[in-house]
Nanobody, 115 residues
Framework: QVQLVESGGGLVQAGGSLRLSCAASGSTFSSYPMRWYRQAPGKQRELVAYITTGGVTNYPDSVKGRFTASRDNAKNTVDLQMNSLKPEDTAVYFC?????????WGQGTQVTVSS
């Protein structure tokens, strides 16, 4: 069983930065890639970052160059550094661990970017 807990959300002005963190329980964290998703009101959940077990990352064009994911397998944490934030980045952000047979989600953390 894996538990994921996100933290670091908040209210920030456009152009500002936030750093989200996701802490994972359990011993399987380092064996799987991790994902960050976001969901804005009335919209589908959107993948914003993917990070392999070795730290290789991938991002959609909407956040590329502004968001950076990182992970510390020794501490069972994955972070999302978000810079140059825009009002359209406003959403609840979730971390996700998918093993292929089980799908774990955190409770989410709200990010609000004011214009």
């Amino acid at each position: 069983q894996v538990q994921l807990v996100e933290s670091g959300g908040g209210l920030v002005q456009a152009g500002g930065s936030l750093r989200l963190s996701c802490a994972a329980s359990g011993s399987t964290f380092s064996s799987y890639p991790m994902r960050w998703y976001r969901q804005a009101p009335g919209k589908q959940r959107e993948l914003v970052a993917y990070i392999t077990t070795g730290g290789v990352t991938n991002y959609p064009d909407s956040v590329k160059g502004r968001f950076t994911a990182s992970r510390d397998n020794a501490k069972n944490t994955v972070d999302l550094q978000m810079n140059s934030l825009k009002p359209e980045d406003t959403a609840v952000y979730f971390c996700n661990l998918y093993t292929g047979s089980e799908d774990y989600w955190g409770q989410g953390t709200q990010v609000t970017v004011s214009s």
